[in-house]
Every structure is written in C-alpha cells, then in structure tokens.
C-alpha cells in the first residue's frame, strides 16, 4: 500500500512537472514578445514634428492609416495618431548613447575653404562668413553646387559679387575629391574681367573626423594680365566631433614662391544645431607677416533636402 501511494505521488508530481514544462514555452514567449518588440524598428532615424510644436526624434516600429508607433533615440515607445502629426521625414541624424545628434549642417565648409563633399541635390544654405560676407549655396545636383554673394559694406553693396561653382568627381563614404573656384567681379566693371582662385581638394573619413587638403592657383580672366599663377596655394584643415553639439575645426594657408613664404593658421569651434551651425575661431599670420589674433565668426542656416 506504502508503495502504491508512492508510486501516486511520485505520477502526480511528474504529470504536475510535465503540465508545468508544456506551458512554459507560452508563458516564456508571453515574457519575450514585449522585450523584444523594440527590436523591430528599422535603424533609420525620423524626424517627426507634431502639430503642438513638439519634435520626436526615434525609429519606427509600427505604421498603420490610423497610427504610427515609434522607438525614441532615448528608448521610450511613443504610440501617436496619424492627427497628431504635422510631418515626418528621414532624419540626418542619428542616436548615439540614448541622445540624438544633428548632422553638421555645414559638412561642405571649414572655416572658409570648401570640403570636397558636395550638397545634396536640392539641399542649400544661407550663410554669413565675418559677418559681412553672405552668400548663399545650393545642391543643383548631387555633385554639383554652387554659392553666390556680395559683401554687406558700405559702397560695396551691388558692386562686389563673388561666385563660387564646385563639382564633385568622386564622392564615397569616407572619400572625397572635388575641383572648383572662387571667383570675384566688380558689376560696374565687368569689361575689366575677374580674379580668383582654382582649386582642388579631398576630404578623408567621416562627418564627425575628417580631414580636408587641396591645392589653389590664383587667376585672372578678361583683363591685360590674364593668366594661370605659377605659385600654388596649400590648404591642410580638419574636423572632429568632440560631442553632441560642439565639433572642433582648423584650417590652415600655406604660401611657397618667389615672393616669399608664409601661412595663416585658425582653429576654434563649431555648434550644431539641426539647421543651423555657428563657428567661433581664431586666426593669425605667420612668415615675413606675423600678426594675432583675427576673430572669426560665421553662422550658417541649412533649407531644403537632407541627407
């Protein structure tokens, strides 16, 4: 009898072992699907505006006529009816450690020399160099852009203009090669020609490290001293995103010739905002010229397409 009861416990207890094994899978899979829901965004980044004025910033995870339900960079599952949003794009952006950051909206720029990178077709921007010097760029296609300007002075309104046309010839990842000028005119005297300077000029690595090198010639079109100079000018200059919002940057101007030799150097910052960027730096002279400090203050504002 002792072992009958035994023998019936014991096929209880596996029966209640086995019942418990069979269920577990639904119980455990119950557990999961909520943990790994998130893992069904895609990796692109949104930008999505809503009609009170707020700006989420995440990756969608659901999307439906009615709904669209999204991963903000900060982990937080955000569920938002199709009324509630004003627009929604791809972001330039991206999330790093749970917080978003902007792209550099001024990746085609040092300080004042070009990078080789190009805007994006139908991308633009209206910027402001030393304050007094804007001009205004667009992305005609996605290798071609072309910035145009005249200096906010006194006398010089109208008078002065300064275009400058620059083509992209290879543009990868992290590589870069571009030829372009910067040409200068006076309109009351356009008989008298132009002057300027021809360029080309790489970029190497990434939009948060890179670096930028490229060589100039100055010219001169239209007048009784037209010509090629035989005497280049080097440029070395770099950028690297030191966080969020603050990346570092320096350009340099090296001078070899007949004339002598000498170099104008600068470093300092840049801000980046979404679309707007502000560089504050400093500048100074070196070689038979040596003088410092020149501030330097530029602001650039980003319209149209993004990357």
């Known amino acids: 009898m002792i072992r009958r009861s035994l023998l019936q416990v014991a096929s209880a207890t596996l029966l209640a072992a086995a019942s418990q094994m069979a269920g577990a899978p639904a119980a455990l899979s119950a557990q999961v699907t909520p943990a790994a829901a998130p893992a069904a965004a895609t990796d692109t980044v949104y930008e999505i505006r809503l009609r009170d004025g707020s700006t989420l910033f995440g990756r969608l995870v659901e999307e439906s006529p009615a709904r669209i339900v999204i991963l903000t960079t900060g982990g937080v599952r955000v569920e938002l009816e199709r009324s509630q949003v004003a627009s929604m794009r791809i972001s330039a952006g991206r999330a790093v450690g749970g ?5 550099d909206p001024n990746l085609t720029r040092l300080f004042f020399t070009s990078t080789a990178r ?3 077709r139908g991308e633009g921007y209206v910027s402001s160099f030393m304050l ?3 001009f205004v760029a667009y992305g005609f296609t996605e290798r071609f852009t072309l910035a145009a300007g005249t200096p906010i002075l006194p006398g010089a309104i109208g008078k002065l203009v300064y275009v400058a046309p620059k083509y992209t010839v290879v543009q990868r990842a992290r590589t870069a090669f571009a030829i372009g000028a910067l040409g200068f005119a006076v309109t009351e005297h356009l008989d008298d020609g132009s002057v300027g ?6 970029t190497f690595g990434s939009t948060d490290r890179a670096i930028t090198a490229g060589a100039g ?3 001169a079109a239209g007048t009784s001293e037209s010509g090629l100079s ?3 000018v080097f440029m070395v200059g770099g950028e690297t995103r030191v966080s969020r919002r603050v990346k570092l940057i320096t350009e340099n101007w090296m001078y070899f010739g007949g004339g002598g030799s000498g170099a104008l150097v600068s470093g300092g910052l840049r801000f980046i905002g979404d679309r707007l ?11 038979t010229d ?4 020149i501030p330097i203050v530029n602001f650039v504002w980003n319209f149209g397409n993004r990357r």
């Not at 960027?277 to 070689?287: E, P």
Request: charged share 10%; hydrophobic share 40%; net charge negative.
């Open 99 to 103: 917080a978003y950051w902007s792209e």
């Open 118 to 120: 190009p805007l994006a």
């Open 132 to 134: 007094f010097f804007p």
């Open 197 to 202: 300077i021809l360029y080309g000029a790489g």
């Open 217 to 219: 010639w100055g010219y």
């Open 230 to 232: 035989n005497d280049p």
């Open 277 to 287: 960027s502000a560089d504050l730096g400093f500048g100074g002279f070196t070689g």
């Open 290 to 293: 040596v003088g410092c400090c």
